[in-house]
């Protein structure tokens, strides 16, 4: 998938599949096979072909019109997946000095590649984090993940102290211009001003780097109060 050359009935293809799932189900019960489409890059039939097999195996339950859902077994391996995709991503970062818009492909390729012993081994050398450089929540190896209340840029109140704390996107570019505006992991801003129906909001990010940022981008980086902290 995503232009790889596995095969739709490869362990690979089957990991993405499960993972893509399992995001998806965040904001909704089932996920319908146009959904998954868009996210794995493969055609509608496809999705299809790969449920119907995936429910032999007892890892998804699909119902036609309806979509599909993980199993408990199903849920399992993905957020094995998502420990794996994540510890890379930090040790990418933290370790060998890659860039937050430069780990996704990375990441992507090699957790399919590795094996458990070297995935465990990151997790131990980086002190089992709880969250990976975009803020993401790494699930432990029972599959628990440490959620944080957190509130979308575009939404906070005027004038109010907060902390960057995770980055909702994966677009390289996008991600790039966050960092080179000052827009960082642990960076504290407050928005001074935000036009009306989804308009363009202005951030301050210490006494001398004021940035007018997207309502796309705003809505795509998440922050909490620092009264909360």
Not at 43 to 51: I, L, N, W, Y
Not at 79 to 84: E, F, I, K
Not at 86 to 108: K, M, W
Not at 195 to 203: I, N, T
Request: with cysteine; glycine share 6%; charged share 30%.
């Amino acid at each position: 998938m995503n232009g790889r050359r596995d095969s739709a009935g490869s362990s690979q293809s089957v990991e993405d599949f499960l993972k893509a799932v399992y995001n998806l189900q965040v904001e909704n019960d089932r996920v319908s096979t146009n959904a998954l489409a868009e996210a794995l890059h493969i055609s509608a039939p496809a999705v299809t072909d790969m449920a119907q097999r995936l429910v032999d195996e007892g890892t998804v339950d699909y119902l036609k019109y309806r979509g599909v859902r993980l199993t408990e077994l199903g849920e399992r391996a993905a957020l094995r997946m998502l420990r794996r995709h994540r510890l890379i991503e930090t040790y990418l970062v933290r370790d060998l000095g890659y860039q937050l818009h430069e780990i996704h492909d990375e990441a992507e390729a090699l957790e399919h590649s590795v094996s458990d012993r070297f995935v465990e081994t990151i997790a131990r050398k980086l002190g089992d984090p709880r969250y990976d450089p975009h803020g993401d929540p790494i699930p432990n190896l029972e599959g628990v993940m440490q959620e944080r209340k957190l509130q979308p840029l575009c939404k906070v109140d005027l004038h109010a102290p907060a902390r960057i704390r995770r980055f909702v996107m994966e677009d390289p570019a996008m991600l790039r211009n966050t960092q080179e505006r000052g827009l960082m992991m642990g960076a504290t801003l407050e928005v001074i001003e935000r036009d009306p129906f989804e308009g363009p909001l202005k951030v301050r990010l210490g006494a001398e780097n004021t940035q007018t940022i997207g309502y796309k981008m705003a809505s795509s980086i998440l922050v909490e109060y620092i009264g909360e902290l």
